[in-house]
C-alpha cells in the first residue's frame, strides 16, 4: 500500500475515534475514488498517481465553489470549500511563484521549445515535479507566454 493511502486510512480512523463527521465524509470520499481506479484498472495505486487523484479532485473543488458562489449558494461552497481544505492536508507544500518560473524557464531551456508546437514536452517534463503542488492550468500559461 502506497504511503499517501495509508496515511488516508490512518486519517480516517483518526476523524472516526475523534467523531468529526464531515472530514470523516470527506476522507472516505477520497478513499472510495481511490478503490474506484484500482478496481476499475486492476492495478495498486502509487504515491504518484494517488497524488494526481488528490489534485484531480482538488481542481474539481475549486470549480464546484466559483459555480456555486455563481448561483448564490453559499451553503454549497462552504462545504466544498471545506472539502479542498481536507484533501489540501494531503498534498505536498505548494510550489512558490518564483519555482513555478524557474522551473518553466529550466524546462524550456531543457527541451530547446521554442515554438508552441514544443509546449507537450516541456510540460511533460514539468508534471512530475508540480503535480500536486501547483495548478497544471496556470503553469500551463506560463509556458504559453514565454513560448509565444
Given amino acids: ?88 492536508t494531503f498534498l505536498p507544500a505548494a510550489l512558490t511563484d518564483e519555482e513555478i518560473n524557474s522551473l518553466v524557464t529550466e524546462a524550456i531551456s531543457a527541451t530547446g521549445a521554442a515554438s508552441m508546437a514544443d509546449m507537450g514536452k516541456v510540460m511533460a517534463l514539468i508534471k512530475p515535479k508540480a503535480q500536486g503542488r501547483a495548478d497544471m492550468g496556470a503553469i500551463s500559461k506560463l509556458i504559453k507566454a514565454q513560448l509565444n
Fill in 1 to 88: 500500500m502506497s504511503e499517501l493511502k495509508q496515511r488516508l486510512t490512518n486519517e480516517m480512523k483518526d476523524a472516526m475515534r475523534a467523531k468529526e463527521k464531515q472530514r470523516l465524509g470527506t476522507i472516505r470520499l477520497v478513499l472510495a475514488e481511490l478503490k474506484r481506479i484500482e478496481v476499475d484498472e486492476r492495478i495498486e495505486l502509487d504515491d504518484t498517481r494517488v497524488l494526481s487523484v488528490l489534485d484531480k479532485m482538488n481542481k474539481q473543488r475549486r470549480d464546484s465553489i466559483a459555480q456555486f458562489e455563481a448561483a448564490g449558494r453559499d451553503d454549497l461552497a462552504a462545504t466544498e470549500r471545506f472539502e479542498l481544505e481536507v484533501i489540501s
